[in-house]
């Protein structure tokens, strides 16, 4: 017969949650957020907050409470989240600083472009030493850095990172994807 794993396992869960980040980025925004805070809530519940699986979850939802508007919120998620990666994976890992460069957005959202630039540099170093600048990871913060640079009316930079990141992203992700056209 057919097994089935059930809704709390962790397959199941992890499941759920890259079929909101999907449905985010389709523009179903209240289908995501439903069901990126009921896997946050059942993650929480099966494995505790520091669980690697909590994180993610975490993560998706304070990205999907941006994108509906639920900015404070979505900081107050990503920071404490930020705060908790270290002690799973340690200070250098991906998963941290990619989650440091969720947090500078959403700092720079919240009117704090010096505070996100400095977040995404760190982020982007630690990035590059791991993964390389080719990396999906290092292309979406240097993207979110020349941002940061542009809001700061820094345009030259601003412009340089652009004009480096978007034939990666090109060659990377490919010429349709969101990264690549909002890198454009």
């Known amino acids: 017969g057919i097994n089935e794993l059930g809704k709390e396992h ?3 869960l992890h499941t759920a949650k890259d079929l909101s980040i999907a449905q985010r980025r389709a523009g179903r925004h209240a289908e995501a957020q439903e069901l990126a805070e009921d896997v946050y809530t059942r993650c929480r519940r ?4 520091d669980h690697p699986d909590t994180l993610a979850a975490a ?3 304070a990205n999907t409470l941006r994108t509906v508007g639920a900015v404070d919120v979505a900081f107050e998620l990503a920071e ?3 705060a908790r990666y270290p002690r799973v994976y340690g200070e ?3 998963y941290h600083h990619g989650c440091a460069g969720n947090l500078a957005l959403l700092r720079r959202v919240r009117g704090d472009a010096a505070g996100a630039r400095k977040l995404n540099e ?3 170093a630690g990035l590059d030493a791991k993964l390389t600048r080719d990396h999906h990871y290092s292309l979406t ?4 850095l020349a941002s940061d640079l542009a809001a700061l009316g820094e345009t030259s930079a601003a412009r340089a990172i652009g004009a480096d990141t978007l034939p990666r992203l090109r060659r990377t992700l490919g ?5 690549t056209l909002g890198c454009a």
Not at 46 to 49: K, R
Not at 141 to 144: D, E, Q
């Open 10 to 12: 962790s397959r199941t």
């Open 46 to 49: 099966q494995f505790g907050d």
């Open 59 to 61: 993560m998706n939802l």
């Open 80 to 82: 404490d989240t930020l």
């Open 92 to 94: 250098d890992h991906p």
């Open 122 to 124: 760190s982020s982007l």
């Open 141 to 144: 913060v240097a993207t979110n």
């Open 175 to 179: 010429e349709d994807h969101p990264m």
